[in-house]
């Protein structure tokens, strides 16, 4: 089993940032990718980002140029800088990961962009 929990949401106005954080405990040994979705209302989860244990990362068309995901493999912790948000950021989001073809949530964060 692996344990995801986030931290790092809030309020937020147009055109700020925000620092997401999650930390995995548990069963962590070879944990390859960590990534983070999103999912607003009435609205399907999808990816924002991603990133390997080597340092690989994987963008959002939509958050390209505004977010940047981080690793720390020592601290079993990845983070997302959000910058230039924008009200359509406004979601519930999520860290993920996959370990032995088994998916593992946290339990999400709320991020609101007020304009």
């Known amino acids: 089993q692996v344990q995801l929990v986030e931290s790092g949401g809030g309020l937020v106005q147009v055109g700020g940032s925000l620092r997401l954080s999650c930390a995995a405990s548990?069963?962590?040994?070879?944990?390859?990718?960590m990534g983070w979705y999103r999912q607003a209302p009435g609205k399907q989860r999808e990816r924002v980002a991603g990133?390997?244990?080597?340092?690989?990362?994987y963008y959002a068309d939509s958050v390209k140029g505004r977010f940047t995901i981080s690793r720390d493999n020592a601290k079993n912790t990845v983070d997302l800088q959000m910058d230039s948000l924008k009200p359509e950021d406004t979601a519930i989001y999520y860290c993920?990961?996959?370990?032995?073809?088994?998916?593992?949530w946290g339990k999400g964060t709320l991020v609101t962009v007020s304009s």
């Open positions: 990133i390997t244990s080597g340092g690989t990362t």
């Open positions: 993920y990961t996959n370990r032995y073809g088994d998916d593992y």
């Open positions: 548990g069963s962590i040994f070879s944990i390859n990718y």
